[in-house]
Structure formats: C-alpha cells, structure tokens
C-alpha cells in the first residue's frame, strides 16, 4: 500500500511524497526543511528524488538532502542544467523506483520551461501524475520559456491520461484559477460546483490537491480549448480569433490569466 502526501513549502508550494511505511519518494524539494522534519516525523528513508524542471522553488532543496542521503538517486530532465542529478531523462524514458517496486513513464512536456518533464505511473490503486508547473488545478503555468503551442500541446498529452490519474500539481493555486475559470465561463456549472467545493475545502485548512485527469477535462479551460462555450468566450474576449484556430485561442486564454 503506498501513501500519497502533499508537503507545504514556502507560500503556496507542495512538495509531493509517496511511500510504503518505510521507504518515500520525494517530488521537486524546493526546500529541504520541511521534508527533512516530515520525514523524521513518520520516520521514513528518503529512497529516490524526481525533479520535474530547473525553478529554485522545485530544486532549492536539493543540495541539502543530497547531503545527507548521498546515496540517493535524483531523476530529472536531461534538457535543463540541474546540478545534482544523477539520472537525466527524456521523453519515453521509464524510471524504476526500486525500493517502491514502481515505475514512471516520462512525459515531455515543454511550456512552462523549454526541459519541464512529467511522471507518470499506472502501477498504483489509482495511476499518479507528478506533472510539476505544466498542469495547475483549473490551470496551467505561465510560459517562462515555451510558447502557446507548445503548452498547448503538452496539455493535450496529459489530458489523454486515464480519466481517474491523480493529478499532483506542485502549487495551490486552485481557487485563484477557478476565479479566472468563473470569469470566462460564468454560467458554467462544472465550474461552479468545483469552485464551491474548493472553497470549502480551504476553509477547512485541507488541500485541494490532488485533483483528477476527469476532472482537469471538465473544469479546467485551459483543458477545454475545444469545448464551444469556452471559445465563444475567447472569440468575444478577442477580436479577429478564428474558431479553429486552436494555438492562436490557447495564447489568448494564456495573456487573459496573465492579466487577470
């Protein structure tokens, strides 16, 4: 039975750990701290580190945990200067998570970062997604270095992902981005019940994380650039857009969030 655990770290970041009781996984440790205390506190072995791209929040960490489990394999994207890494990987690559008994397929997934990687794993219960800042929960991550096309394209491969794939995003941004959502598609009821629940459930002091590949497909716009209500939107946000346009309608949903 392996257990599936968001980490906070810094302001709104996860750090995602997946374990069996004694051995864990930690995805992108912007910050060693907090997963050293947690760790110690379920007192687990830190056994393999995945590393989704180069951002200080998702690497920061790194040094210090290598540091002090020398041993411990780092898999992260061969296209992007990370130092520490012991395994660099690239689209089709399977990574074997030896002390989990696991395997992730390696998803290229360039947009947020031109080298930004993606895990994904159908060996568990239900199949786990580590997709880092490409895929947010009703978003997606702002285009540092890829362009529209190719997030676009990136987000068309994950959203072909099994419907019930938990998606570990590695930002709690879900309520900001449902705004957005809201203020594109204001009637649409998918986005209101998630919206609501989400509420709720910050309210409470939980995550909102994970979230699930059905559920990017039926809430998120940056999922749903085919869907017609979505594009009607985009079209009256925009003038000149064509309907079956679909990088130049990504683009235009990308600079609405960016100014929103």
């Known amino acids: 039975m392996l257990t599936l655990h968001p980490i906070p770290a810094f302001t709104d970041n996860y750090i995602w750990a997946l374990h069996d009781g004694s051995h864990c996984l930690i995805v992108d440790p912007g910050d060693a701290a907090p997963v050293q205390a947690w760790l110690a506190d379920q007192d687990l072995a ?5 590393i989704t791209h180069h ?6 960490g790194l040094g210090t945990l290598q540091a002090d489990w020398p041993d411990v394999p780092v898999h992260g994207p061969a296209a992007e200067r990370i130092a520490g890494l012991s395994h660099r990987l690239e689209d089709g690559d399977v990574v074997h998570i030896d002390a989990l008994g696991l395997d992730f397929d390696v998803i290229t997934v360039p947009g947020h970062t031109l080298g930004h990687i993606a895990f994904f794993s ?7 997604l580590f997709c880092g800042d490409t895929l947010f929960a009703a978003g997606c991550g702002r285009l540092f270095e890829g362009t529209p096309a190719q997030m676009l394209a990136s987000l068309d491969r994950l959203a072909a992902l099994p419907d019930d794939t938990r998606v570990c995003c590695a930002h709690e941004y879900t309520l900001a981005n449902l705004r957005f959502a809201l203020a594109v598609t204001p009637d649409d009821p998918a986005v209101n019940q998630r919206y609501q629940s ?15 590949v059905a559920e990017e497909r039926r809430s998120n716009p940056f999922m749903r650039i085919d869907d017609a209500s979505l594009v009607d939107a985009l079209l009256a946000h925009q003038q000149g857009l064509a309907r079956d346009d679909r990088n130049a309608l990504f683009a235009c949903l990308r600079q609405w969030k960016d100014s929103f």
């Open 122 to 128: 159908a060996q568990t219960d239900s199949p786990i």
């Open 55 to 60: 951002h200080p929040d998702h690497v920061g």
């Open 198 to 212: 989400a509420v709720k459930t910050r309210d409470a002091g939980q995550p909102t994380l994970p979230s699930t």
């Open 46 to 50: 830190l056994s393999a580190i995945l």
